[in-house]
C-alpha cells in the first residue's frame, strides 16, 4: 500500500510539474525541458560511460554539456535572443563539429581503453537525447506563437499509450511483442494501447483544436508505433547494460528516461510532421 501511495504521489507532483511548466509561458517551457533534456542525459551517461575513476565523472560532465548544445542552440533561436538569426545559425553550424571534436581531445588525455567507444556514447547521446528535445522547441514554437496544447496533446498521447500497453497487457495480454528485448510486452497490449491513443487524439481535438482531426489522428498514429518503439529501444539500452531503471529521480517510477523514451524518439517524426503541416499552410 505504501508503495502505491507513493507511485501515486510521485504521478502527482510530476503531472503538475509538467502542467506548470507547458502553460506557465515561453521561458517555464524551455527550463522544464533544459531541466528534462539535462536529467535525460544524465541517466543515460550513468548508464553507457564507466564511473570506475574520477576522469569518468569528467567525461559524463563533458557529454551532459555536449548534449544540452541542440536544446541550448534551438533556445536562442527559439526564444529571440539574438537579433541576427541567420548569422547565428549559421556560426553555430561551423562550430559544431569543433564543439563535437572536443570529446576526442579529451579521451587523449583520459588513458581510457575504450576513447573511441566513449566518444560514440557522447555523440550518440546528442542525437538520441538532445536533438528530439530541441526538435520539441520547433513544435512549440512558430512564427512568435506558443503551440503549448500542441505539445500537451503529444505528451498526453504518449502516456496513455505508455499506461494503455501496461493496463492492457497486464490484463489480456498472451503473445509476446518482442521477448527478446521486452518479454512482457504483448500485442494485445500494443493494441489496446493504440486504441486508447485514438480516444485522446479526438478528446484533445474536442478541447484544444488547433490541429484538424486528421493531424490529431495521424499524430496518434505516430505516437502509437514510435512511442512505443522508443520504449522498446531504452529497453534494449537498459538490457544491454543489465540494468533494471534509468535512475531513481521518480520514486517508485524509476528515471526521467523511462517516463520519456517514447516521446523522445517520436519527436522528430512528429516535428516532421507539423512542420510539414505548418508550411504546406493546410
Not at 503549448?148 to 509476446?176: C, E, H, Q
Request: hydrophobic content about 55%; charged content about 15%; some cysteine.
Amino acid at each position: 500500500m505504501n508503495g502505491l501511495l507513493r507511485r501515486g504521489a510521485t504521478a502527482l507532483i510530476f503531472v503538475a510539474v509538467m502542467l506548470g511548466g507547458i502553460y506557465g509561458g515561453r521561458h517555464a517551457f524551455v527550463l522544464l525541458f533544459a531541466l528534462i533534456t539535462g536529467l535525460c542525459l544524465w541517466e543515460y551517461f550513468n548508464i553507457v560511460l564507466s564511473r570506475n575513476q574520477p576522469r569518468s565523472m569528467l567525461r559524463r560532465w563533458l557529454g551532459l554539456a555536449l548534449g544540452m548544445v541542440p536544446y541550448l542552440l534551438a533556445s536562442v533561436v527559439q526564444l529571440n535572443l539574438v537579433q541576427q538569426k541567420e548569422s547565428f545559425i549559421a556560426i553555430a553550424s561551423l562550430l559544431f563539429f569543433p564543439v563535437i571534436f572536443s570529446a576526442f581531445i579529451y579521451e587523449l588525455y583520459s588513458r581510457s581503453e575504450q576513447p573511441f567507444a566513449n566518444v560514440a556514447f557522447i555523440v550518440l547521446g546528442m542525437a538520441y537525447i538532445g536533438v528530439p528535445f530541441a526538435l520539441l522547441e520547433f513544435i512549440a514554437f512558430d512564427d512568435g506563437r506558443f503551440y503549448a496544447n500542441t505539445v500537451f496533446g503529444l505528451l498526453a498521447m504518449t502516456w496513455v499509450n505508455d499506461t494503455g500497453a501496461y493496463m492492457v497487457g497486464s490484463r489480456f495480454g498472451k503473445t509476446p511483442l518482442f521477448p527478446r528485448i521486452s518479454p512482457k510486452k504483448t500485442w494485445e497490449g500494443a493494441a489496446g494501447a493504440a486504441l486508447a491513443t485514438f480516444l485522446v487524439a479526438l478528446l484533445v481535438y474536442k478541447l484544444f483544436g488547433g490541429l484538424r482531426l486528421m493531424d490529431w489522428l495521424v499524430l496518434a498514429a505516430i505516437v502509437a508505433l514510435f512511442g512505443s518503439l522508443g520504449d522498446l529501444v531504452e529497453s534494449m539500452l537498459k538490457r544491454s547494460a543489465q540494468v533494471k531503471d534509468s535512475g531513481s529521480i521518480l520514486p517508485g517510477h524509476g528515471g526521467l528516461l523511462d517516463r520519456f523514451d517514447g516521446f523522445i524518439f517520436l519527436l522528430p517524426f512528429a516535428t516532421a510532421y507539423i512542420l510539414w503541416v505548418r508550411m504546406a499552410g493546410v
